[in-house]
């Protein structure tokens, strides 16, 4: 489990793809990046330096929150590995789950349509 996207990070802001079909997004059993994006995941780059030194790039993770508690987060290259979020009371720290990608699917498609 991973809490370096909390010591460096940047938002980016992503436009959603809106030429996808909703129905075809939902009957995936993997996502990309897109299928995030398109989700209203942000992307937040990694600053880690041993990432970096291994490949050349510092990261990114894809998040999502839900509210002040809870949140999803995917980060590279793991994107069919989402984690579920929940803040433990008030601390800075969380409990962790991983959240199977329909889980994901059906989680924010219920936020998005009436």
């Known amino acids: ?18 030429n996808i079909n909703e129905t075809q997004l939902f ?13 209203g995941f942000e992307r937040i780059d990694l600053d880690d330096g041993v990432e970096f030194k291994q ?3 510092g990261g990114f993770a ?5 509210n002040e508690n809870i949140m999803v ?5 793991n994107l069919n590995e ?3 979020y929940i803040r433990k009371g008030e601390s800075d ?3 962790i789950f991983p959240i199977p990608i329909a889980a994901i699917k059906d989680l924010f498609r219920q936020q998005t349509t009436p």
């Not at 009957?27 to 989700?39: S, V």
């Open 27 to 39: 009957k995936q059993t993997n996502m990309n990046y897109q299928d995030y994006i398109n989700l």
């Open 62 to 66: 894809l998040t999502k929150k839900l």
């Open 93 to 95: 720290s969380w409990h």
């Open 55 to 57: 490949t050349g790039y």
């Open 1 to 18: 489990m991973c809490f370096h996207y909390f010591i460096g990070f940047s938002f980016r802001s992503i436009t959603p793809n809106t």
């Open 82 to 84: 989402p984690n579920l």
């Open 73 to 77: 987060e995917v980060a590279y290259p």
